[in-house]
């Protein structure tokens, strides 16, 4: 009998905490977090790679590229790295970022048009597409 109350209370806490969180390796130092809606983000435990701050809604990565759309969170109450993020359109908007893994140059936030220029001029493959988590 105790035996199965343990397992029960291990199952509603795994429930309740949705077994959603996870860290994915990108590969050259970056990740992706997912802790959630709202809450995933691309970082690195390298300082001089700058990430992305939440919410990434689509990534895709390759051994070169990380490619992010984003739509920011409302507010600035995440702590990413010490990095300052302007969004000339908004918080409201959807936003595009690349990373190039091989410099670490982080390219963004874009608009639509903007990210695709952007993917042309780096040669980022057309075959490298978005992969949604949700």
């Known amino acids: 009998m105790i035996k199965l109350k343990f397992l029960i209370t291990v199952l ?16 050259s130092g970056y990740w992706l977090n997912q802790e959630g809606k709202g ?4 970082f690195s ?9 939440p919410d990434i809604l689509n990534y895709s990565n390759n051994i070169d590229f990380i490619l992010v759309e ?12 010490d990095d300052t993020v302007t969004y ?17 140059l982080r390219i963004g936030p874009l608009s639509k048009i903007e990210f695709q220029k952007a993917r ?3 040669s980022v493959p057309q075959e490298l597409e978005f992969e949604s988590f949700y």
């Open 39 to 42: 809450l995933n983000e691309v």
């Open 12 to 27: 509603i806490i795994f429930c309740a905490c949705n077994g959603s969180d996870s860290t994915l390796a990108l590969g």
């Open 120 to 122: 042309k001029f780096l």
């Open 88 to 104: 000339k359109f908004g918080r409201n908007k959807i936003y595009y970022w690349i990373i190039d893994k091989k410099s670490g």
């Open 45 to 53: 435990r390298n300082t001089n790679k700058k990430g992305i701050p």
């Open 70 to 81: 984003q739509k920011p969170t409302k507010f600035d109450y995440f702590i990413h790295e």
